[in-house]
């Protein structure tokens, strides 16, 4: 399939499926005490092996464009427990959205990037100053952005920042509307064709970690789930990490993206699991707070707060 309509029907699956898993979950909102985990999940993010692996058959699925859009559906009580990257938690905090962080994964550096036309002749970040940059607002690639500019010493008004979704953002850069994209993997993976040049990566800016987001319903109706899905996903995840062929033939489908791009993209984005720490907590605050001094974000939130590890034994 080429590259360019690959991305497309992932979007449009995409899109199409979180809001038929809001729909059926809207209905059930509150009720995080009864029925089946209701899990919320990105294309490509660790919760996909489960799921394309039926290593959770209870489990009710429901998809999502991007970690903003996962928060809103914890926010309406239609998902129990969700995966994103490290900078919609602190969004949704700061819109007050209720939830409880439960775990985390190695750190992923590589799994998001800057992508420019090498015709263009871009050398590094700093030859953006002035220029147009795309991203996903509230997304990991936020704060990819943040701590580019400060790497640059550079801040906010030496470029123009425009806000796309992924199905935005890639027809925006494709036909040059735009003169940098930052995104994350799968997109960024599908988007590396010739002409493409990766002009920087989140190493030694940013962890990228995931986290892994519940429903403080679920964290007190629904715990023995948790604890039997939290060990399931970790093991998939291990199992995966430990068998890189299998988990590309598996995922690719669920992807709807070939084997190649499916490979290149784990390669560099599949990490384990792990536990929250001390260590953790202070770094998902030094983001909150430099969103804050930013103004990026309405005033200030306590993201240790939002840390629960009761669950720790099970990432373990």
């Known amino acids: 399939m080429h590259r360019r309509s690959a991305i497309a029907a992932l979007l449009a699956l995409t899109v199409s499926v979180a809001l038929g898993g809001c729909a059926d979950d809207d209905a059930g909102a509150g009720a995080a005490d009864n029925g089946p985990l209701r899990i919320g999940y990105q294309r490509f993010g660790g919760l996909s092996l489960v799921k394309a692996r039926a290593a959770a058959p209870d489990a009710q699925w429901s998809l999502f464009e991007s970690g903003p859009a996962l928060t809103e559906a914890l926010k309406a009580g239609a998902i129990d427990i969700g995966q994103t990257g490290e900078a919609p938690p602190i969004f949704a905090a700061a819109a ?3 939830f409880a962080i439960v775990g985390t994964s190695a750190p992923i550096p590589k799994g998001e990037a800057v992508l420019v036309k090498q015709a263009k002749g871009y050398q590094s970040f700093a030859d953006l100053r002035g220029k147009t940059v795309a991203l996903n607002k509230g997304s990991n690639v936020h704060w990819l952005l943040v701590k580019l500019l400060e ?24 036909n040059d509307q735009v003169d940098a994209w930052i995104i994350w993997d799968p997109y960024f993976a599908l988007a590396e064709q010739p002409g493409v040049q990766v002009l920087a990566d989140a190493t030694g800016l940013a962890n990228n970690r995931e986290y892994i987001l519940v429903h403080p319903d ?15 996903y970790q093991k998939t995840t291990t199992w995966g990490i430990a068998n890189p062929g299998e988990r590309a033939k598996v995922l690719a489908p669920e992807l709807k993206i070939d084997e190649a791009v499916t490979t290149r993209a784990l390669a560099r984005a599949a990490q384990p699991l792990a536990p929250l720490t001390p260590e953790v907590g202070t770094e998902l605050q030094s983001i909150a707070d430099g969103f ?14 939002r840390i629960d590890d009761q669950f720790t034994a099970e990432l373990q």
Request: glycine letters at 4%; proline letters at 9%; zero cysteines.
């Open 96 to 98: 007050k959205i209720p």
């Open 151 to 174: 790497a640059n010493k550079m801040t906010l008004a030496d470029i123009n920042v425009k806000y796309l979704k992924p199905a935005e953002g890639r027809p925006a850069f494709d």
């Open 218 to 232: 679920a964290v007190k109706n629904k715990a023995p789930q948790i604890r039997t899905f939290l060990d399931t």
């Open 292 to 305: 804050t001094e930013l103004k990026l974000i309405p005033g200030s939130v306590d993201m240790k707060a």
